[in-house]
């Protein structure tokens, strides 16, 4: 019987154990800062039992997955650090970014135990496990960050471990990581934010704003309404990374108002074709 205690029941930890709750021999515990997630949790079928000290089931788990916003994450892997865990045990997390966690882990090495990073590649502008589904993660990138420590066979373990979420696991640098999950995700976020307050100052002048909006409004901007907790603490973690990007956004809406001012067709014709052949090339 493998036991794996969950911390921070919520969309991403939750959808990850409904999909392991496919294997017969693993019992999954949950623990929450809040306990009425835990309680409808445990009735939708995602966890077996609620976790109440959490320092006595993680001193039994043969897994622990930290499902919590990255920042409560790094604090708990201190905790993690403390406590005497079973030699052979994993612990991974879900977090959208890698490098400051990845830096955290390096005291969970030195006490002797195993940290593999973990993000999965989908999600949802919606938080709580209310939203978790068995299938969320189906055909997904799952970027595993193993550190200089981690055998082949703790990893395969893990990989075993998180099959039934059906990913396509990928192994690579926390570094990497977070530079790339900067371009395609944490970038793309800040822009959303920014022009759903840029809208609302002119909505808040005209009410016809408001009602006009459409559907592509709603496909540039529904991660703008994602978890605000989740994404302050991954803007502060990947804050090198995203000021570099955000130089390189303010070049290019630069590029974009000289092109207006200039008002030449072929040029402006060549903007969006570019920009149409590289996102028709993306398969998601
Ligand atoms: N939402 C998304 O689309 C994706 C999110 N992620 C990452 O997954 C993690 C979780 O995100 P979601 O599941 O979307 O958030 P969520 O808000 O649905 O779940 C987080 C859960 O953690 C609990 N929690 C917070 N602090 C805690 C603490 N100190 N101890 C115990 N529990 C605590 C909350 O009560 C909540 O139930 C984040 O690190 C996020 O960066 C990764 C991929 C996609
Ligand atoms: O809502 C969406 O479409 C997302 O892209 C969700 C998402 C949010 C954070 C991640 O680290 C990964 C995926």
Redesign the pocket.
Same mark, same amino acid.
């Given at each position: 019987m493998t036991k794996v205690l969950l911390? =921070?029941?919520?969309?991403? =930890?939750? /959808?990850v154990a409904l999909s392991m709750k496919k294997q017969q021999d693993i019992v999954i515990a949950g623990?929450?800062?809040?306990t009425s997630?835990l309680e409808m949790a445990k009735s939708k079928g995602i966890i077996d039992e609620m976790v109440l000290d959490?320092q006595i089931e993680a001193e039994r788990a043969d897994l622990i997955i930290?499902?919590?916003?990255?920042e &409560?994450?790094i &604090?708990?892997m201190e905790k993690l650090a403390e406590w005497d865990l079973k030699d052979q045990a994993i612990i991974t997390?879900?977090?959208?970014?890698k490098w400051s966690i990845m830096k955290a882990a390096e005291r969970l090495n030195e006490s002797g135990k195993t940290f593999i990073g973990g993000?999965?590649?989908?999600? #949802?502008?919606? #938080?709580?496990?209310v939203?978790?589904r068995a299938d969320l993660f189906r055909g997904a990138r799952y970027v595993l960050t193993p550190s200089a420590e981690t055998t082949v066979a703790q990893l395969e373990m893990l990989t075993k471990w998180l099959s039934d979420t059906e990913a396509n696991f990928i192994t690579m640098d926390a570094k990497e990581h977070d530079q790339v999950t900067g371009v395609i995700s944490h970038l793309p976020h800040m822009i959303a934010a920014s022009l759903v307050r840029q809208v609302e100052e002119h909505a808040n002048k005209n009410n016809l704003v408001r009602q006009m909006a459409a559907g592509g409004f709603r496909d540039i901007t529904r991660?703008a309404s #994602? /978890?605000p907790?989740?994404?302050r603490?991954?803007s502060r973690q990947n804050r090198e990374t995203l000021l570099d990007l955000l130089e390189d956004w303010m070049k290019e809406m630069q590029q974009v108002k000289q092109l207006l001012e200039k008002s030449d067709q072929q040029e402006l014709y060549t903007y969006f074709s570019d920009a149409k052949t590289f996102r028709d090339s993306i398969c998601i």
């Open positions: 911390v =921070g029941v919520g969309l991403i =930890g939750g /959808s623990y929450d800062i809040h997630n959490v930290l499902g919590t916003p990255v &409560q994450t &604090q708990f997390d879900v977090g959208s970014t993000h999965p590649m989908a999600g #949802s502008h919606e #938080s709580g496990a939203h978790a991660i #994602s /978890s907790v989740m994404w603490d991954i």
